[in-house]
């Protein structure tokens, strides 16, 4: 049987090898789980910000009131909601009050932005009759976070930049109705346009509207 023996000296110089490399490897998963944190939270505040944007306030955008003020010339526009970039500092999107996220898992100097855009989709996909008309919704949401000095040579670059968006689809609202469907509005119009103090009464049986895919109008793709 042979006997293999370590000297304490050995034994000192295999340790001051790999404890550097243990320490950096160790402090890079760290920062690792920190930069995944804020990842998330950004796509956390993305879609909580789609999720506002589909919550519609149903007097404004599908009431007879809106139908009215659509036919009128004066439509109620619906608002185009962002996500409030604070999600991303002060925690994710739960109830409020929401907890202050440690300052290990915010992002750079606490700043983060969001953006959106809202309109009119109109899609042709296989299978339908006629073009469907969709209200849409794009939020985003973007943020970044530090990297460490000795990652910075490996990975190119002082910061990580995260970003995440959600495009939210809903029904259309009466003043894109309205203007998509020229017969859509002028049909509503004539249904609530007082009588003539004159007219007599028609006795001949009310005419039956066609039931067809109305024409859409050309600027319908550019209405918000």
Known sequence: MQIVTRSRGQALAETALALPVFIVAMFAVVWALKAGVLGERVELAARYGGMVSAE??????????????AAAGSPVGAPCATAPPALVVDGAPIAAPGQQTNAF?????????????????????????????????????TA???????????????????SASVNELYSPTMATLFACYPELAGAFEASVAPPSPAAVPS??????????????????????
Do not use: K, R
């Not at 992002?107 to 339908?128: F, H, K, R, W």
């Not at 990652?151 to 910061?159: A, E, F, R, Y």
């Open 56 to 69: 519609t306030n149903p007097y404004v955008q599908y009431s007879l009131y809106a139908a009215y003020e």
């Open 105 to 141: 898992f915010s992002a750079t100097n606490d700043t983060s932005s969001g953006t959106s855009s809202c309109g009119t989709a109109i899609s042709t996909a296989a299978g339908l009759t006629a073009p469907m008309v969709l209200g849409y919704t794009n939020v985003g949401v």
């Open 144 to 162: 970044s976070n530090d990297i460490p000095d000795f990652l910075q040579s490996i990975l190119g670059s002082s910061t990580t930049q995260w």
């Open 203 to 224: 006795t001949e049986p009310i005419p039956v509207p066609s039931t067809g895919a109305l024409n859409l109008s050309s600027s319908c793709a550019s209405q918000n």
